[in-house]
């Protein structure tokens, strides 16, 4: 997993888990052992750190490790188990004739008590760098920047055939292995479970849930405080992508509002007050 830049994402009460010593040792629901390194970021509300198996020499691996009362990595967690099981994936890739999707893998979790406090841990892949970096550096041109929305778009797809949506999606939450262009979707905090044995959930909107997600990109539903939606994970992207190609072009400012329309409203700290209320 990559360090990552949070932009201005509607806060909650969560608490951050205290630091992990380097060589702690835990142990996922298969028993397995897993050496915590160097911290390595901090997403949301979960803390970081490479991992590797114990007899293992180098750590391939990432470990997002948050209090047990957090709402977010318990979410995460139960949609890595329930949706990105390898072997979901490859049938996925095979039967859409497909050389890469851009999910994530699952490959462990746990609940703990690690010196008298109740965590969590999710095992991830490592992953080199996310989007956001490849944007603020120019590393990307137009056409590589339709590529990568066209994989982020097979990525939902595939997020909308198990029932979920995702309501986060930004530069920040795509993440790269080697190629500039392969992008992975993270940071599944935020998902929801919009259908259930077949039967969709009734949508009514709630206030207490009104701009969830990244306000420069939150779809017109979640600023009713709608559930997220399929519906709503297009829109989401499109906003993004309005913001990406503005941020392509020579010399264009790299704010997280460029190209929107409404960043005037967003850059202004008496209006973004306002949004909050």
Not at 110 to 120: P, Y
Not at 156 to 170: G, N, T
């Amino acid at each position: 997993m990559s360090v990552r830049e949070c932009s201005a994402v509607k806060t909650t009460a969560y608490s951050l888990a205290q630091p992990v010593e380097t060589g702690t040792v835990l142990q996922d629901s298969l028993k397995r052992k897993w050496v915590i390194g160097n911290a390595i970021g901090q997403g949301g509300f979960g803390r970081i750190y490479e991992v590797k198996l114990e007899g293992e020499k180098a750590y391939h691996y990432a470990a997002k490790i948050e209090p047990q009362e957090n709402g977010p990595l318990f979410t995460e967690m139960h949609f890595y188990m329930r949706a990105c099981s390898e072997n979901a994936i490859n049938s996925w890739k095979s039967s859409h004739s497909l050389k890469y999707l851009g999910i994530p893998r699952y490959i462990s979790s746990r609940s703990i008590n690690l010196n008298k406090t109740a965590l969590r841990f999710l095992v991830m892949d490592r992953f080199s760098g996310d989007f956001e970096s490849t944007l603020k550096n120019r590393e990307i041109s137009a056409s590589g920047i339709l590529e990568v929305s066209a994989n982020v778009l097979s990525a939902l797809e595939y997020m909308h055939s198990r029932d979920y949506a995702h309501a986060d999606i930004k530069a920040s939450n795509l993440l790269h292995l080697s190629s500039k262009q392969e992008v992975y979707l993270a940071d599944f905090g935020l998902v929801h479970l919009f259908r259930s044995k077949g039967v969709h959930t009734v949508e009514k909107p709630d206030p207490k849930f009104r701009h969830n997600g990244t306000i420069e990109f939150c779809s017109r539903d979640a600023h009713t405080g709608l559930p997220p939606s399929r519906r709503g994970d297009l829109e989401i992207l499109l906003f993004n992508l309005i913001h990406w190609l503005a941020r392509s072009h020579l010399n264009a400012p790299q704010l997280h509002s460029t190209g929107l329309p409404w960043g005037y409203l967003i850059s202004d700290p008496k209006l973004r007050a306002l949004i909050w209320r």
